[in-house]
């Protein structure tokens, strides 16, 4: 299965800053998947990212809040930004291994605003 | 509305002491039910996939089943290193969009 490299693994930042998240695949994948878990809580998806076009956002996620960029296969990031305590979570990138194998998960970064 | 729950929220074994987690989903167009484990300060790792009533996959002490309203998680006797959350998510429709459970956190005490 793929191997997702995740970073940074957690930050802390100041509200009304950015901080963006990358995600790296060590193969191809077409769909790359960004989910935020709250404390406590189980995974939200935000968004789809598909290389080559925009990202598909969920309810309740908009662009300007969460930027994403997919300029190649292996490789996309989201930005927090404007950061409130609110957004303090765990972000995770993951992509699909194939029919049946479910999805692959990065390590997660743990973000806390203060 | 798309829904998936998980009960217990929190379950505490002892080692050895077999039991089950619950998963019961309401949703229209399931193209699959997948189980998850996962660590602190980790992603989820995926276990198993489920397709249709009356499947079930093993493996080592767990066992996941599959009805048309929900699926279980069966753990034979546990060991400590089995303590993690699990999570059921099922796949949903054309889009890929995997909507997951809020998890069983399992405490397996020696």
């Known amino acids: 299965s793929a191997v997702i490299s995740q970073k940074p693994s957690r930050d802390i930042c100041q509200r009304g800053t950015s901080l963006t998240i990358q995600c790296q695949v060590d193969s191809q994948v077409t769909m790359m998947f960004w989910y935020r878990q709250q404390p406590g809580q189980s995974l939200t998806l935000i968004a789809t990212a598909n290389q080559g076009s925009e990202a598909t956002y969920e309810s309740g996620f908009v662009i300007d809040k969460f930027p994403i960029s997919r300029p190649n296969l292996t490789f996309s990031t989201l930005t927090v930004s404007n950061m409130s305590p609110e957004d303090s979570s765990i972000y995770l990138c993951s992509v699909g291994t194939g029919a049946g194998y479910g999805y692959t998960f990065g390590s997660g970064t743990r973000l806390t605003v203060v | 509305e798309d829904q998936v729950t998980q009960s217990p929220e929190a379950l505490r074994l002892q080692e050895g002491e077999s039991s089950s987690l619950n998963c019961s989903y309401t949703v229209s167009g399931l193209r699959g039910l997948f189980w998850y484990r996962q660590d602190p300060g980790k992603g989820p790792e995926f276990l198993f996939t489920?397709?249709?009533a009356g499947e079930e996959k093993e493996k080592e002490r767990l066992k996941a089943t599959l009805t048309k309203k929900e699926s279980f998680l069966h753990i034979t006797a546990p060991k400590p290193e089995d303590s993690a959350t699990y999570l059921c998510?099922?796949?949903?429709?054309?889009?890929?969009?995997?909507?997951f459970g809020a998890g069983t956190r399992l405490t397996v005490k020696p």
């Open positions: 998510a099922v796949l949903l429709g054309n889009n890929n969009d995997m909507r």
């Open positions: 489920l397709y249709s």
